[in-house]
Each structure stands twice: as structure tokens, then as C-alpha cells.
């Protein structure tokens, strides 16, 4: 059953998806009860297309930038010169999470202006905590007797790591991934508040000339890319995770 | 040859291994047995430097163990663990491919020696190579881990309670396969075990081990006969001791001239066998035979029960 309604669903999905983006004028006779006065139906301040791309490449863009970070620490507190290192980078990493991104933009701005850096700075922080820790947890993991005899045949430290740990931690690392892109997706379109351009553009467009209509469809373009890609990731990590002989249990 | 000289181990205030020396000749086996705790992993990891030795000397064939990087010096010694490690992320062929891919041996090179690997082992390449080792049965796994040790051709076999966690026909099967190689290939093999039976059917030598300190090195026929004071004696000194005696040594070393009634015996079955036989078949002699059939003389309960032990 869920063989067939999966790949149907996802297809579905999509469908929607560039249909909203790319004929928005098909959802007319549907939005128009959500707006008053004869205000547009369909948000004509921009390209919803354009939007979608600089909205998917912030997230990018974020998202590979927390990775590097979020895997070079939790790496480094995973070593024996490092483990010393691991309550502190656990608080700061929980602090990112923990503060608001809007107040982070709010402290941003002063210091690097309007746009894109802000909000690159509030989404990298707010996406550390997952990959940090399912690094840790992946690297953990990895059963005992595989690093020794890794380490019996004369691997070095790094090609342990490179060649064993991290091929090993992956599939829970990606896990971690997963969760940090989708929620970068939703936590992205405050970013519109600071002038970076994004999807939130369409939703802030929105709130501001109290059409419903628009709010929709930009909340419902990021819940469908974010349904997405959260499933493709999803799809990635089982693959890997089969490769290894063992499957993923992600942790947060 | 390996030698142990005045060899000690500290983890914080605990003495793991205390001053332990001993030497291991070349092409045999040597059993390190003890409980857990015993020391006896430390000292077989101080070996190949897994573990740092606190105080002491190790020579491999005279050569200072200390002289060479830890890396370098675990390539060259091949090393075996319990539950065999094998990389899961890697295919067969790839995890026999270890070592000699650290040394840099050209492909074609490493291709042929997978193949002669499995080939050892009974393993069809063309079946075995690209499996994972989730795909394989715990005995092939165990194959695996030990064709992967002696990928690279090394004189030295190091093993860590290598049937640890068979079932005990595979483990009967993969003892097997571990004497014939070793007697094939001619290497060094030192392996760790808590089980004294196990000791005694694979060791050329046994070295017994308990908190840390060697108490006895002997060949088994030895441990079995003049057991140490305490550990020792505790360890051997079960109802099966005659048993195991009689296990050491092949019906062809007491075989007898003359002839007697009854189906034959192997030259080549241990004295242990020839012992059930006898009992079984309610006789006092039964004739022996060479491996191609013919009567080579008999063997005797009164022969057997002078070997199988000490007056008291």
C-alpha cells in the first residue's frame, strides 16, 4: 500500500508545488474569498519563481555553512584533544537554538547591515544544534570493535576518521541535516523583515495589506518545499544507511 | 621471534601486566589463557603497540617494536579481534584490501591477493568479494576478519579472542582452518583466550596469566602434567584433565606391533579418540591404520592409561 501512495503523494506534492509557483493564476477561483475590496488575488510585487530560487538558495547556502561549522565541532569534541571542549560547545551550540532569530537579526543589523548577512547569521545559528549533535551521537555510535580494528591494521587517526567514522556516522549525521534545512526553510522568510529576498517577501506583502490570499500562498509554497525536501533527504539517508548494513536512528 | 623483557603495564594506580617476560619462537602458536582482567589483552596489545608498555622491551625477529611508528609497525603484524571488526561500509573484497591499499600495492596486485585470500578460505571470489558483511553467516564473517589479518602477507599474527563469539561448531571448524593455515603458511601466532580447552588444542606453548603477572610457560603437555602452584593447578586440574592429556598426541605416538579384532583406528586421530573407540567398542586393543588403509599395528587401553597421567 504505502509502496504506491508514497512516490503518489510526492508526486502530488510537486505537482502543486510548480503549479503555485509557476501558474498561480490557476488558484484565482480559490484564494479570491481570502481577499477584500478587490485587492489582487495573486502577489504581483515579483517573480514568485525568483523568490523560490533566492529563498532555496538562502537556505542553501545557510544550511552548508552550519553543516561545516556543526561537523567540525563536533568532530573536534569527539577526539581526545578536543572532548575537553564538549560541555562549552554544547551550551553555545543550545544558545543558538535557544535564542530568537528575530532578535538576532535585530542584533545583526546594526553591526552588518540589511539583507542577506543578517539573516544568513540568525539561520546558521538557529540550525547548528541538530547536526552538532547527531555528529556526536553518529561518531558515538560507531561500535567499538570496528575503530579498534581499524586502528589494529594501522589506519592513522585521520584515515580512521576519513575512511571509517564519518562513512559509518553518516547516516545519522544526515538525519541531523534533514532537520536543520527544514526548519531553515520556515525560519528563512523572516528574513524578508530585514530585506533579505525570500518567500517571506510574499507572506510580509501579506500582513502588511491584510490579504489572506498572499499570506497562503507563500505559507503554503515553504510547507510544500519543506515537505519535500525533508522526504528526498529522507530517501538519501535510507540509501546510505542500507549501504552500511545498518539504518539510521536519528536522535533529535 | 618475538621476545617480552621485563614488560609492565600501568592504568593509573592499577598494575595491568606486572613485569611479564617471555619469547615466542618463530612458526608456532602461542595461547596467552587467563580470566578477564588477567592482563592477558594488554600484553597481547602491547605487542603491536595498541597499547603503549609502561616499562620493558618487545623485539619482533631483534628489532626494538619502539623503533618504528605504532602505524607502521600494525601493518606489518596482522591482528584479529573478537566479533572480527570488519568495516561495515565496505565490501569484502575491500575490507581484505585494507593493509595492502595502506601500503600502496597496485590494484591487479591486491585484486589477486583478495582472490587467493578467499580462495584459502574456501570462499568463492566471484561469490563473496562484493558482499557486505551483514550478508555473510558469523562463521564467514570470522574468515573474513582473519583472511583481512594475513592480507598482507605478515609473519606475525596477533589474535584477540578470535572465536570469542562463534557457536561452538563453528568454532571447532574455524580452530581447524586456523591450525591448517598456520601450518601452510608457517607464521607466528599469538592469540588470546579465557578457555583453557581451546588452549591446549591450538598452543605450542600456553601462557597462563592472572592479575597481571605470568604464573606459567610451558608447552600444554606440561601445564597439564606439572601445573604451577594455585592458578594454574585450579585452572587444569578439572575431571577432564586426563581427556585433555590424551587430546595432545596422535594414536601413531603409542601404537604398538601386533594386531588386534575390531574396525580400525587413524594413525593420525588423537589419542582422546582412540580412547572413545575403544570404550565403545567394549575391547582392550584395536588395530590402527595408515592414512592409506594399511595396518600399521594396534593400540591398547594399558598404553593409553600409562599416557593419560601422572602417578601420584
Redo the contacts between chains.
Sequence with gaps: MSRIVGPLARLAALALLLALILRPDWFVPILKPFTENDAPVIYNQGSLLSLTLYHLGLVAIASLIGTALALVMGVFVTRKVGAEFLPLSRSLVNIGQTFPPVAVLALAVPVVGFGLKPTLIALVLYGLLPIFENTITGLKEVPANVVEAARGMGLNPTQQLFRVELPLALPVILAGIRLSVVINMGTATIGSTVAAKGLGEVIIAGLLTSNTSFILQGGIIVALLAVLIYDALSILERRVARRTGRLAEGTL | MIELEHVSRRFGDQLAVDDVSFSVERGTITVIVGTSGSGKSTTLRMI?R?IEPSAGTIRIDGKDTASVS???????IG?V?????????WTVARNIA??PT?LGWDSSRIAKRVDELLTLFSMKPEEFANK???QLSGGEQQRVGVA?ALAAEPGLL?MDEPFGALDPIIRAKAQEDLLAVQQRLGITVVLVTHDMEEAIHLGDRIAVMDGGRLLQYAPPAEILARPAHGFVEKLVNGADRPFRLLSLAPVSSIVEPGTAEGPPIAATATLRDALSELLWHQRDALPVASADGTLVGRISLAALRAHAGVPA
Design positions: 603491536n595498541l605504532g602505524e607502521e609497525l600494525r601493518r606489518g591482528y579481534i573478537q566479533g572480527n571488526g570488519l568495516f561495515p561500509h585494507t593493509v595502506l557486505f558483511p551483514h583481512r596477533l
